[in-house]
């Protein structure tokens, strides 16, 4: 296939499944965005970058109101959507636009503000 698993940039992060978070680490390469869940959960998810629509920051509301920057919004171009719960959002955010930029789809990237 030739894609590169060289990890540019990793740290913990846990999936939202509904009221259920799925506690991982998360990995981003020059292809792909991928979760590998903890032991005893679901299956890794590998999500190649061609086949992302929009990543963006979000902030994680609590009653109502914008409090925590800590989410990363993934949306496919199929429909499906992931969120991630993560620290040092705006690291995440400079490590995804850097490979986006360098794979010619910074467009992907939802800058907010």
């Known amino acids: 296939m030739g894609e590169s698993l060289d990890v540019v940039y990793k740290g913990l992060a846990n999936l939202k499944n509904g009221f259920k978070p799925v506690p991982g ?3 981003v390469t020059k292809d ?3 979760h ?3 032991d ?3 299956e890794d998810i590998m999500i190649p ?3 992302v629509m929009r990543i963006e920051g979000v902030m994680t ?3 109502g109101r914008d409090m925590l920057s800590n989410l990363l919004e993934v949306e496919t171009k199929e429909g499906h959507k992931f969120q991630f719960v993560i620290n040092k959002q ?3 955010l400079m490590a995804l636009e850097q490979i986006l930029m360098e794979r010619g789809e910074v467009e992907k990237l939802v800058q907010t503000k």
């Open 36 to 38: 590998k869940p903890n």
């Open 61 to 63: 509301k609590i009653l």
């Open 25 to 27: 680490k998360l990995y």
């Open 49 to 51: 970058f061609e086949d």
């Open 90 to 92: 705006k690291k995440w």
């Open 32 to 34: 792909y965005l991928i």
């Open 40 to 42: 005893y959960f679901a």
